[in-house]
């Protein structure tokens, strides 16, 4: 009677081998499509580290390095010493390298740019073959001046995003330029260290750049509300700018939908209530909310306590 099984004494057929691919005999159209859908590092050191073809099916792509964005590996690390290695000369090697290839192998493609710890002159390097730039991150690149920005401001017109936080060699001067340069800027994130507690830093950024941390927070802000009238965020977090350049933003900044002014120990309830009255846009408003103790303060500044209590504190901790 027939079955489904083997016949008693048949021996099982052997598997049939597997298919064996030669991936190096991929075209370099596919080897293009393949690593598009590669994440960054997996692109840099795994694709175009594996052999002259693979590495040359990439270049042929221009558009695979239109984004270089190192936040997620910044993100990730554990602060210590590490953190306190990004602060070094060679790390910046490093930075400025990666920038110069992604600015290379664009071949003017590269739009967004979101890095640390570069200098002048791998951002002038990348600004001058990157006009598409339209977002670029460079925080906490304290080797970054205005020589390099005046560069961006000439040759990245089409920027709509830009982030120097606690980029101190930077200064109202690149503001200008880039306000009048890059007429479609809708975000700007000019945010330093936090200079009041400045614990937190301890054993990472270096003491004596702390100690730098910009003054002329009412001069910035009046280049802002000046030179950048369709910013629709603006962050400003920790700034030290007072009355007299919070009150210049709404004149100039009209279109604002998100002011974040967090830590700015200078300001009044009273005068932030006044600024946000006259900004009809804006949708999210971050006030200072710090505790800062009476000692922080000279008293003579004020001539009364009470003045003090139009100060932020947390609900907490109020005085």
């Not at 554990?78 to 400025?96: C, L, N």
């Not at 977090?237 to 004149?251: M, W, Y």
Request: hydrophobic residues 40%; aromatic residues 8%; negative net charge.
């Amino acid at each position: 009677m027939a079955t489904g099984g083997l016949a008693s004494g048949e021996e099982s057929a052997a598997p049939a081998p597997e298919e064996e691919r030669d991936w190096s005999e991929m075209t370099p159209v596919c080897l293009a499509e393949a690593f598009s859908r590669l994440a960054l590092e997996d692109l840099w050191r795994g694709a175009m580290a594996c052999c002259r073809s693979w590495r040359d099916a990439a270049r042929s792509r221009p558009g695979l390095f239109a984004a270089l964005d190192l936040e997620p590996g910044f993100a990730e690390s554990t602060p210590g010493a590490e953190a306190a290695a990004w602060w070094t000369p060679a790390f910046q090697r490093r930075v400025d390298a990666m920038l110069r290839s992604a600015a290379t192998l664009a071949a003017g493609e590269l739009r967004e740019v979101r890095v640390r710890y570069c200098s002048d002159d791998g951002l002038s390097f990348a600004a001058e073959r990157s006009p598409s730039i339209s977002i670029l991150s460079i925080r906490t690149s304290p080797a970054v001046t205005d020589r390099s920005m005046l560069i961006v401001g000439a040759c990245c017109t089409m920027l709509t995003e830009l982030d120097i936080s606690n980029c101190y060699e930077v200064s109202y001067k690149s503001l200008e330029v880039i306000g009048q340069s890059c007429e479609n800027l809708r975000v700007l994130k000019r945010n330093i260290f936090n200079w009041i507690d400045p614990s937190e830093h301890v054993g990472i950024v270096p003491e004596d750049y702390l100690r730098e941390c910009p003054q002329d927070g009412d001069r910035e802000a009046i280049t802002i509300s000046k030179f950048m009238p369709k910013l629709k965020i603006l962050e400003l977090r920790f700034s030290k700018l007072t009355s007299v350049g919070l009150n210049s933003i709404p004149g100039g900044c009209k279109e604002l939908e998100v002011l974040d002014l967090f830590g700015c120990a200078n300001l009044t309830s009273r005068g932030i209530d006044q600024a946000a009255a006259n900004l009809k846009n804006l949708e999210t408003l971050v006030k200072p909310n710090i505790y800062i103790p009476r000692s922080f303060f000279h008293m003579g500044r004020y001539g009364h306590w009470q003045l003090y209590d139009e100060r932020f504190q947390t609900n907490i901790f109020q005085i």
